[in-house]
């Protein structure tokens, strides 16, 4: 792949936003695009670009962003993650692709697709059902309801926990100006964490310590405050005619396939395929080459069929 670094305007003009542009090495535009946001935590050097290359192999471009706050685009304070911004950052993205003249020999505005995972999996389908320019969507582990996700990941004692957390740090938040951070994952039999799964802390740092380094394994508290408003479910029955697929791990325990699979079912266009992963996990779609490919290949054979 052919890669440039790129930056634009986020929704207000105020903060810029920064993203690696893909190209494939043969071959003339303007082309297709996917754009592509990360989940928790991510920059844009985190496995998205493992991602893109098999999308950049089917003949589309791909755009991977840093949200607001991360990364390194700009946005004060730092590692603070609001779904409302991020959404609203890849709408800039898509913006960015229609509109500039700096795109305009690579990129074709009329095929534009986006792909999320995890967290940002549910994104993709909240930009897509908003944003009329999406022409197809790849919806990957995605969160689908924050809270319940979140209550069902920490179970009943550590809920308490993280309860009292927040709400103590919404006070000193609101009489000081100042954020409080908390680890993105880790051991919940030692700490207090967003999310409380032992695995994915070795799975980021060691992806941290090979290729993003600018990842950083926190975040704001009101960050998992403003995971438990978060709910993907409303936007579903505006994806009308968009084609959309979902790409689920069986039995996943971090995203909740409970409420993957009957979210599928709640998307109204009948352009729409369900494909469940067999013997992957939600972190394997990351640290396992092989169980990456077949998601990969998955979401680029999807593109082909309705960008080209």
């Not at 998205?48 to 949200?67: H, N, Q, S």
């Not at 779904?83 to 692709?97: F, L």
């Not at 074709?108 to 009329?132: E, K």
Request: proline share 6%; hydrophobic share 40%.
């Amino acid at each position: 792949m052919l890669k440039r670094e790129v930056e634009f305007s986020s929704e207000n003009r105020d903060e810029m936003i920064r993203a690696d542009l893909y190209l494939p090495e043969t071959g003339q535009g303007p082309r297709p695009v996917v754009v592509m946001g990360g989940g928790w935590c991510y920059v844009k050097e985190l496995i998205m670009p493992e991602y893109a290359e098999y999308f950049v192999a089917a003949g589309c471009a791909a755009l991977i962003f840093d949200y607001r706050h991360l990364g390194a685009s700009d946005g004060e304070p730092r590692q603070h993650l609001d779904p409302r911004k991020q959404i609203a950052d890849y709408r800039s993205a898509i913006d960015a692709v229609s509109y500039l003249d700096e795109f305009a020999d690579e990129i074709d505005p009329a095929r534009i697709g986006v792909w999320g995972i995890s967290y940002s999996g549910g994104h993709a389908l909240a930009v897509g059902a908003l944003d009329w320019r999406v022409k197809c969507i790849v919806s990957q582990i995605p969160i689908i309801e924050g809270w319940y996700n979140s209550m069902r990941a920490h179970g009943s004692v550590g809920f308490r926990e993280l309860t009292a957390l927040i709400e103590a740090e919404r006070r000193k938040r609101y009489l000081t100006g100042v954020h409080g951070h908390i680890p993105h994952s880790g051991d919940p039999k030692t700490e207090v964490v967003t999310w409380p799964h032992p695995e994915t802390k070795p799975v980021f740092m060691k992806i941290k310590a090979e290729s993003a380094p600018r990842h950083e394994h926190y975040s704001t508290i009101e960050s998992t405050e403003l995971v438990w408003s978060y709910d993907v479910r409303p936007y579903l029955p505006r994806i009308l005619d968009t084609p959309t697929l979902m790409i689920v791990a069986e039995g996943d325990d971090l995203t909740m396939w409970e409420r993957e699979i009957p979210a599928f079912g709640e998307i109204a266009t009948t352009k729409k395929k369900l494909f469940v992963q067999q013997q992957s996990t939600h972190m394997s779609m990351y640290s396992n080459l092989s169980h990456l490919e077949i998601a990969a290949r998955e979401a680029a054979s999807w593109f082909s069929e309705w960008l080209q």
